[in-house]
Each structure stands twice: as C-alpha cells, then as structure tokens.
C-alpha cells in the first residue's frame, strides 16, 4: 500500500496562471480532504469529500476547486493563483468516524 | 464553529524532562481528539487520540488527558528524547458513533518542541 500520494511535491507559478494538484489513496478510504498548511497557522481545511460524488467547502475554499473523479481520487484545483496562495498543501483521506492519513504534501510558490 | 486554541506555541526542554502541550476547544459537540506530529518537511502523522468517553489515554511515553468540563485536553510526554523534537498540532472534530460525520478536523496552531541532549 502507498497510502497517500500527491503530485507534484514542488510548484513554482507565476500571479494568474492554473495548476491542479492531485491527491490518490488506496486504501478504499470514504473521505478525502484537501489542507493548507501556513506557518504559525496550523493546517486549514480548504474543500472535503464525504464519499464518491459529493465535495463541500471547508475553512478556507475561496480561490480553490475540487473535483472527487473517482473513490481513489480528489484533486484541488487553482483557476488564477494567487501570492496568497503560496503554502503547503496537504491531502488527507480517513475510514469512518477514525484517523486521517495525510499525504506526502505540495509545496506552491506564486510569484 | 469549532475554534481549538494550543499552547505554548514553543517548548524547549532537556532530554529526560517531561513536556506538556494543552489545547482548548469551543465546541461542546466535539468528541474526537487526535494529535499530530510533523517532522521538518514532512507529513503530519497520528501519534495519539482520545474520544470524550474517556479521561486519559496512554501509549508508552505518550499520554493524553481530555477535560470534557473545562473543554481542554492536553498532550503529555515523558523521558523526552532529541527525535521527539517536531511541530505537535492538536485538532478535535465531531465524530458520532454512527460514523456519519464527515470527520472535519480543527487544528490548533502548532508547538515547536526542541528536545536538548
């Protein structure tokens, strides 16, 4: 089992442009989340799947979309980024009523 | 919402010592209590968690204590080591019993513990 995985570990855009960060996990896991982590700030969630089908906004979703394409998968999405946006984020995913495993992260840089 | 406050934001202590790290949260709804530690550069990984049916929870070194009341809990470590050195992040959500709940972690700020040989 990888767990959780993420691509790509290292971004570097420039103001305006899009990227979409990918989150995979293989262990049949119902929900899936998408953190940002900033210093001083702990981790903030940006977006959630409960379970396949459905996507909800978390703490922080302005700026960001979401799409769960499969159980397996939930990616984040950046249509204009922002300098604000520079941070690292983090994919989770959970069994029921229980622990949430994180993956490796994202590190994003908008210049 | 939930809001979870943790203190103190840094810990410096001697290899041996015991270190305590407390966290408070808002809602009295909230029944699951998990806590993280992230090395430098790396992922946050479970180290313990409590449900507000207990009181205290122990693993080895590592134990956790939950004030339902007071609504804080706090992370206690003992015969501390350098490789317990790291960011600890406390976080509480709602889970029920029924595992219906979507598991919607708050996290506190985060505690730099250094641990000097």
């Known amino acids: 089992n990888a767990g959780v995985t993420q691509t790509p570990k290292f971004q570097v855009l420039k103001t305006g442009q899009s990227m979409t960060l990918q989150c995979a996990q293989d262990?049949?896991?119902?929900?899936m989340y998408w953190y940002r982590q900033d210093p001083g700030m702990g981790l903030r969630l940006i977006y959630y799947?409960?379970?396949?089908?459905?996507?909800d906004k978390g703490e922080v979703p302005n700026g960001y979309n979401v799409s769960r394409l499969n159980k397996r998968e939930f990616s984040l999405r950046l249509e204009s980024a922002a300098p604000s946006q520079t941070s690292v984020y983090f994919c989770?995913?959970?069994?029921?009523?229980?622990?949430?495993?994180f993956g490796p992260g994202t590190r994003l840089t908008v210049l | 919402g939930e809001n979870v406050e943790q203190h103190p934001s840094t810990l410096s202590v001697q290899e041996g010592d015991s270190a305590v790290i407390k966290c408070t949260y808002s809602?009295?709804?909230?029944?699951?209590f998990p806590w993280y530690k992230q090395e430098l550069g790396k992922r946050p990984q479970l180290i313990i968690d409590?449900?507000?049916?207990?009181g205290e929870k122990k693993d080895q070194r590592i134990a956790v204590t939950l004030n339902k009341t007071a609504k804080h809990f706090s992370l206690h470590i003992t015969e501390t080591q350098p490789e317990d050195s790291a960011v600890y992040f406390c976080?509480?959500?709602?889970?029920?019993?029924?595992?219906?709940?979507?598991?919607?972690?708050?996290f506190g700020q985060g505690t730099i513990l250094t641990v000097h040989p």
């Open positions: 409590i449900r507000s049916n207990v």
């Open positions: 799947s409960a379970s396949e089908g459905t996507t």
């Open positions: 989770a995913s959970r069994r029921r009523a229980d622990t949430q495993y």
């Open positions: 809602d009295s709804a909230s029944n699951y």
């Open positions: 976080a509480a959500t709602v889970a029920n019993a029924g595992g219906t709940s979507y598991g919607k972690l708050t």
């Open positions: 262990m049949n896991h119902n929900s």
